[in-house]
C-alpha cells in the first residue's frame, strides 16, 4: 500500500501528483488494468505469436529484405 504525508502548509494537489508518481514508478495503473480481464493461456500464446511475426516482418522490411 502506497502512503504520502501531507505537511500542513503542504497543498493537497502537490501530494496528489506525489502520489501519482509513485502509483507510476510502481507501475501499479498497468497491474491493474492486466488483473481487470483474464486472458487465457492459450490466447496469450496466439497474441504473442502474432506479435513476433509481425517484429519480424518489420525488422525484414527495415533491412531490405522483403520484396
Request: aromatic share 2%; glycine share 4%; with cysteine.
Amino acid at each position: 500500500m502506497v502512503r504520502v504525508s501531507v505537511a500542513k502548509d503542504e497543498p493537497l494537489e502537490k501530494a496528489l501528483k506525489r502520489l501519482k508518481k509513485i502509483c507510476d514508478n510502481e507501475g501499479m495503473l498497468g497491474k491493474i488494468r492486466h488483473a481487470a480481464r483474464y486472458e487465457k493461456p492459450s490466447d496469450r500464446r496466439r497474441k504473442d505469436a502474432k506479435k513476433r511475426l509481425k517484429n519480424i516482418k518489420m525488422a525484414e522490411r527495415a533491412r531490405g529484405l522483403t520484396r
